[in-house]
């Protein structure tokens, strides 16, 4: 039985198999073509971009039959299914195909000849100072062969390998050079095709030390990420100059931290200041970005953007693998460093500390205590507060509460330094060499950078006994701007930017900030970046005047980054 149904079925199935051996022939179907169509294409070296004097060639792809006329948009036309045309000035050219009466038209862009110029490989990969021989290459697209002129620009105390003072080379290829400054070295090409001046070729050369220093980070106002060699044994005949890392520095960058291998930027945003409830609610723009200490990356490490904008990050910290900020006036956020590409939630990172979870609340600080720099000297958090709450508010992990407290708690035994209105500390380091701290103050009449031991911080109750600690650039203050007008000239009376962020080198033993002097007062430092020098006691000012913000030190010492 079970074999006569077998047969049944297979018997069954043999029409269901011939048919689907059957070939289908699928119908192809002419979809709509535009009647005028053409392409265009350039064959040679350059196929990929359309250069002046480059010959395009132009080919007609329309099914519509007749005389082809081409119209190239520089005033000259051509007729024919294939033609070519070069065009003789850079712009954007709307090139029109008519054929019967019907026309199409394509835009083509063309571009101007410009000088690509280039740096050989270095073997090492290090441009040293006054030792490694640097060449170039050079590509100038050409099509028709004109003359070409050559005026080569190099930095000061550059030389050729045989010695000689190299300024300017009319030669197509100077020859190996050796820079003698360092720091970002800008080498220029000027280029003239038929006596016609093109743009100019721009090259920076990253020249290092020729042994192996620390690196200051800092951030420029407006501008962009940068980085400096400090060298203490500097030659006479040598220049110590900046490297642009080619990154913009965000629009308020308070802080700049570093942890091998990369760079820590806390931008504050745009509205980092008190504005109105609605801008309060949603107007965050804030963000921490991490940049290869080179520049060669950057990454969003965390975002605000659209949060309340009071959460933005403005002071911080990286102690082991976290990196901690403050927002405005509410507390401390905890932050893995390998976080990336987050957006900031209350509920995803949760406040480390708040105001109301130490015992200065209500003794000592009040709701909306606006802070500033904060860190750790030992196992002990410092925070400056200026607004709300003023001094230098110290506790340690033990003293947080486990829950909100509306006062009545005893305060962190660690206490408060410099406190009181006539203070207002917002910045400070603690140099491990030399066992002191430095901190900048902008209570009026006792604004300034100072220099003492913690023992003599921790005795200071008083504005007068601050004079022995005092440091100035020869004569001149330290005054911030705290004029009570909008942020666009650095702050509220409770909110000024001031001198951010003080950045120790604890190899040489100094410590840095950047000081902008906005009140153009010939009375008070000059705009730029200081350094404070233990060993002599002595603040000086460093051949670059910058407005900056943050500032770090990467203290692992290396030729470059």
């Known amino acids: 039985m079970k074999s006569n149904f077998l047969k049944i ?67 000259k036309s051509a007729v024919g299914d294939t033609v070519r045309h070069p065009f003789d000035v850079a712009g954007t050219y709307n090139v029109k195909l008519t054929i019967n009466g019907i026309t199409k038209s394509q835009v083509l862009m063309v571009s101007d000849i410009k000088p690509l110029v280039s740096i050989n490989p270095i073997e090492g990969g290090v441009c040293e100072v006054k030792n490694t021989p640097v060449s170039f290459s050079l590509e100038i697209p050409n099509p028709k062969n004109r003359e070409l002129t050559y005026k080569w620009i190099f930095p000061a105390r550059t030389k050729s390998v045989a010695g000689e ?69 500097k030659p006479e005949d040598m220049d110590v100059l900046p490297f642009d890392l080619g990154l913009a520095s965000g629009e308020h960058p308070f802080t700049l931290l570093y942890k091998e291998p990369s760079l820590y930027v806390l931008d504050a945003g745009a509205g980092w200041y008190f504005q109105n409830e609605e801008a309060q609610a949603s107007g965050g723009d804030g963000k921490i970005s991490v940049v290869a200490k080179d520049g060669s990356k950057i990454e969003t490490m965390i975002s605000n953007a659209g949060g309340p904008a009071f959460q933005d990050p403005f002071y911080g910290c990286i102690v082991d693998n976290d990196l901690y900020f403050a927002d405005r006036n509410t507390g401390i956020i905890k932050v893995p460093l390998k976080t990336r590409d987050a957006l900031y939630s209350a509920s995803e990172f949760p406040y480390y500390v708040q105001h109301t979870t130490l015992g200065y609340y209500n003794n000592g600080w009040n709701y909306g205590c606006i802070g500033g720099s904060l860190g750790m000297i030992g196992d002990t958090w410092y925070w400056c507060k200026n607004y709300n709450g003023y001094g230098i508010f110290r506790f340690k992990d033990a003293d947080i509460l486990l829950s909100p407290t509306s006062g009545g708690t005893p305060a962190p035994e660690a206490g408060i330094a410099l406190e009181g209105s006539s203070f207002l500390p917002k910045s400070f380091v603690y140099a491990t060499k030399s066992e002191k701290i430095c901190f900048t103050l902008f209570g009026t009449g006792n604004e300034g950078f100072y220099v003492c031991t913690l023992d003599e911080l921790n005795a200071i109750t008083k504005a007068s006994e601050l004079a022995p600690y005092k440091k100035l650039f020869g ?16 702050g509220h009376t409770s909110e000024f930017a001031a001198i951010c962020q003080i950045a120790y080198d604890e190899i040489n033993d100094c410590a840095y900030f950047g000081y902008r002097n906005t009140h153009n007062d010939a009375t008070c430092a000059p705009t730029g970046i200081y350094r404070y020098n233990f060993a002599t006691g002595q603040i000086e000012q460093l051949p670059i005047g910058d407005n900056v913000y943050g500032m770090v030190i990467n203290n692992i010492p290396s030729k470059l980054f």
């Open 165 to 233: 003072a190299l300024e300017i080379s009319t030669d197509t290829l100077p020859g190996e050079v050796i820079f003698g400054n360092v720091g970002s070295q800008t080498v220029r090409l000027q280029v003239t095709m038929d006596g016609r001046l093109l743009e100019e070729a721009v090259l920076n050369v990253p020249v290092g030390y020729n042994k192996e220093v620390p690196t200051l980070y800092y951030a420029v106002q407006g501008g962009h990420l940068m980085a400096y060699k400090l060298i203490s044994d």
């Open 9 to 75: 079925f297979m018997i069954a199935l043999l029409p269901i198999f011939a048919v689907s051996c059957i070939d289908n022939k699928v119908e192809v179907e002419d979809l709509p073509r535009d009647p005028v169509s053409f392409e265009y294409y350039i064959e040679g070296d350059y196929h990929l971009d359309y250069y002046i004097d480059s010959d395009i060639t132009f080919i007609s792809t329309s099914p519509t039959e007749g005389e082809a006329v081409w119209d190239f948009g520089d005033g």
């Open 475 to 490: 004569t001149l203050e330290f005054v911030p701007n705290k004029t009570g007008k909008p942020a666009a000239i650095e």
